[in-house]
């Protein structure tokens, strides 16, 4: 195949909505109940798409399917967020990094609305216009100011169609475009000074409109939300995943359909991946699965960066292969302790002085390797 063929270029990623289209579907015709004005599923749906079907096959009026589960977190914080969102009411997903927040939101805008593509991405050069409207210049020049000329943020396509609009890292914008979202929330329309006395003055939402916002505990200060804004949202916080197997299993799926789009197999041994998550637990939480004081390291050691370092390991063992890749691990886990303070390494290096050396006394083979690793440390 030349470069002039034509052919549509392959995409790393896939929105939930594609990825997912055939449990949508499937979920649309199988649950038939009552929903809320513009939802493309019953809220039961909503709930069944995010936390799976337990295994069990559900069978549809023609064909039957079960439903895989994506969130792994508990199902009464799923419901929660759904209940929220039929009411239409703002939701804002607050946790520490990489709990899944992003991923929760965009899969509860796919189910709800059909679409996570309305998005605004909060950083410190967010402007107003991002969540209310920008101007075509060149038609702004041509014709003056006119409807043809606006161009609508991705909010204001939300209010316009009654879907959900997702406003990522909310408290990394500047309070004051922040605040635009509070009439917006509020009185559900946003006026256009700029048409005045014409009827496109005013845009209305339509039912269904909300807005899903997610926030880092670790930004708070950072533009802290006003107290006006606050009250227009239901805040759930998402917790690190509590069960050590189910994070296991959710490092391996996310990691193996990495290294795939990498055009390899994902080969990490199974006790390779139960220590990594193993670490990662115990400096996340402060203590060892045996009970042992374990000083945390004021990085964030996220169940996605431990699927980063999974799939780092899992590239590697296809593209490098040379020798145990255990003997990689410590390299990595560096590699994501030493980001924001110095003395992190230190406490990494007291973590394999701790824990790690009593496993390697206690008879452990794999924890004894990663002992005699500890000089890749330095």
Not at 93 to 119: N, R
Not at 344 to 353: N, T, V
């Amino acid at each position: 195949m030349t470069l002039t063929e034509d052919r549509a270029p392959a995409r790393q990623v896939l929105s939930a909505e594609e990825r997912y289209a055939d449990e949508l579907a499937f979920l649309a015709s199988y649950d038939d109940g009552p929903r809320p004005p513009g939802w493309a599923l019953t809220p039961r749906a909503v709930v069944t798409f995010i936390c799976g079907s337990n295994g069990e096959t559900l069978q549809g009026p023609t064909s039957s399917m079960k439903v895989a589960t994506k969130f792994v977190g508990e199902r009464a914080l799923v419901e929660r967020c759904v209940v929220t969102l039929a009411g239409e009411r703002g939701l804002l997903l607050v946790g520490e990094p990489g709990t899944a927040k992003s991923m929760l939101s965009e899969l509860l805008a796919a189910a709800v609305c059909g679409t996570s593509a309305l998005t605004v991405q909060g950083t410190a050069g967010t402007t107003e216009d991002a969540f209310r409207y920008g101007w075509n210049y060149a038609l702004l020049l041509a014709q003056g100011p006119s409807p043809a000329a606006l161009v609508d943020s991705p909010v204001l396509t939300a209010m316009r169609s009654g879907r959900v609009a997702r406003v990522e890292e909310i408290t990394r914008c500047l309070p004051e475009v922040q605040d635009a979202l509070v009439s917006i929330l509020s009185d559900r329309r946003v006026s256009v000074p700029e048409l005045a006395g014409t009827e496109d003055a005013q845009v209305t939402a339509t039912p269904g409109f909300t807005v899903i916002a997610t926030a880092n505990l670790r930004d708070r200060g950072v533009s802290e939300m006003s107290a006006a804004l606050k009250r227009r949202f239901n805040f759930e916080t998402v917790d690190p995943i509590s069960d050590a197997e189910a994070e296991t299993t959710l490092v391996r799926r996310q990691a193996t359909a990495v290294v795939q789009r990498a055009g390899a197999t994902f080969g990490v041994d199974d006790a390779v991946l139960d220590a990594l998550v193993t670490v990662f637990r115990d400096l996340r939480s402060g203590r060892s699965a045996e009970g042992w004081d374990v000083e945390r390291p004021g990085t964030v050691m996220s169940t996605a960066e431990a699927v980063q370092v999974a799939a780092s390991l899992g590239v590697a063992a296809a593209y490098l292969p040379s020798g145990d890749i255990l003997d990689l691990v410590p390299g990595h886990l560096l590699g994501v302790v030493r980001k924001d303070d110095p003395a992190d390494h230190g406490r990494l290096l007291g973590y394999w002085d701790g824990p790690v050396r009593r496993r390697a006394e206690d008879g452990s083979a794999m924890w004894r390797r990663l002992w005699d690793l500890r000089e890749n440390l330095r």
